[in-house]
């Protein structure tokens, strides 16, 4: 009987599935034929030809991944990291690009990618032009010597643009034009120049309250504590809420006001109308790591953009600035005598110690270095007090003109006063608008539960949650009103030791503004002696030349 003959026939091949990654980048240096809406065009193009060219394969778009304002030389650019996951992921298995230099314009790297890492991982790739690639139809191209020929013109083309942006930038800086991507705190572009700044209106005044904080005595971190209390947002913050995308390589992270912002805007010279650039710099066209360069770099032109500080105030901040001002953590002032005492010898500063109930100060370099280098010059602080106390009051008596010269000083804490007045009605204007928002959010759920969209049990949940956020928003508005309050009163009493040398001509004690505004420094001699030198002697003789012409 003869065998029954089977059928045999080769089981169809498998639709071989392609899920493509659209990759399209262009920075911003290029021209606009290069824009990221003509590269898609013109990969969508091209990928329609592909699927007519081949019938039995499936071309499935994943996603467009675009990075624009990015050099081809920073291999970390957003987007094209995140198609390397998708790639790790299996998500895409095929990139399109409408040129190798919009892979990357490093030549190692472009050379890692399609020989090394998407062979690796099976990604076919594909260039549409200088060179034409394609890894699955062609892979031994992939070897040739035009792929590493064009990464070198590709990466040379890079190297000539970053010299001229570099030179057009150098000259920008040498004319006090901005060039920064964002104003500094309390400024804004002008809309009609951006090479130009202006005053923030909203943000300079609390500029200028930082500044008369420190000048009064405050510390870094007390002002740091105050503007986060206040409710006021940092930097940072307040940049991204007027809709700018703020990233700054150099913060340290946090959302929040810390001593390092504060320390940097004291020092900041943008605040007296000079324009500071250059920096920081990169290391090169290829590493975009940025390195801090020496102060005898920088670019600086004076008189370019209108003050937020005047002159006298910053002239002061800088000059305590110098000083020792060093406060305990859990003070937010300074010591009454911070920056000032020295001792008369070696001129270092006076070393502050505490020993049950009583404070004194002893030289440093005696303290901390060597006890053969320097003598004590030991003091006590209630000592000090009294001393201080009388050689002004005697100075003051003698001085008849600095009436003057007090009425000015005096005008001070009544403006800073007004402006913390400013600051605090901006933010409770603020918080209001918040509680509106939140307002609306409830009677959104409770309209939203009572249409049936939400469950009683996820209207509970969001309305418990909105109604913290009022109360605690109700609280920080009572605590600030109640600040308001503080201030009316301050401004009613003024400055006592200000005052009181105003209205009697002499003071009963003393306080860190009075002390910083008249001293300029007191020498500690050895045995206790006090020698005081105060900073009004040249007004105070332009007064008593002014006194004698009159």
Known sequence: MPRKRRNSFDPPSPKRVWNLAKYVRKSSEEEDGRSIENQNKTLDDYIGRLKEADP????????????????????????????????????????VVTDLSRLSRNTSESLYYLQSLF??????????????????????????????????MNEEHCKSTSIKVRQRFETLRRNGDFIGAFAPYGYRKDPADYH????????????????????????????????????????????????????????????LWTARVIASMLQNE???????????????????????????????????????????????????????????????????????????DCQKAMHRSKVKDYVYYVCRTYKEQSKTACTKHTVKESVLMDVVLAVMEKQIALSVPLGKLIEQVDAAPCEAIMLDQRVLLASIAGKKRELAKLESRKRSVYEDWKNGDLSKADYKSMYDHYEGQYQQLCAAIEGMHKQLGALSEESSEGNAAFRELKEQGTISTLSRDLLTELIDAIDIHEGGDVEIHFSFADEYQRLVDSTVQE
Request: proline share 6%.
């Open 56 to 95: 039995a394969g499936e071309y499935r778009v994943v996603d467009l991944y675009r990075d624009e304002d990015c050099t081809g030389t920073d291999s970390m650019r957003p987007d094209f990291q995140r198609l390397l996951r998708d790639l790790g992921t299996r998500r895409v298995n095929c990139v």
């Open 196 to 255: 130009h700044l202006l005053i923030d209106e909203e943000a300079a005044p609390v500029v200028r309250r930082i500044f008369d904080w420190y000048a009064a005595g405050m510390s870094k971190i007390g002002i740091a504590k105050r503007l986060n209390e206040l409710g006021i947002p940092s930097p940072s913050v307040y940049k991204k809420a007027k809709g700018l995308n703020y990233y700054n390589p150099h913060a340290s992270g946090s959302s």
């Open 270 to 344: 943008m605040y007296i109308g000079t324009m500071v650039q250059g920096r920081y710099r990169v290391k090169s066209y290829k590493v975009h790591e940025q390195v801090t360069t020496p102060p005898q770099e920088w670019f600086c032109k004076e008189g370019t953009h209108a003050p937020v500080i005047d002159r006298d105030t910053w002239d002061k901040v800088q000059k305590l600035l110098k000083r020792d001002t060093r406060a305990a953590p859990s003070n937010r002032e300074v010591y009454l005598f911070s920056g000032l005492l020295r001792c008369a």
């Open 119 to 152: 062979v690796a991982l099976n990604v076919r790739f594909i260039s549409m032009q200088l060179p034409h690639l394609d890894s699955f139809l062609e892979p031994d191209q992939m070897y040739s010597i035009e792929v590493p020929m064009q990464g070198v």
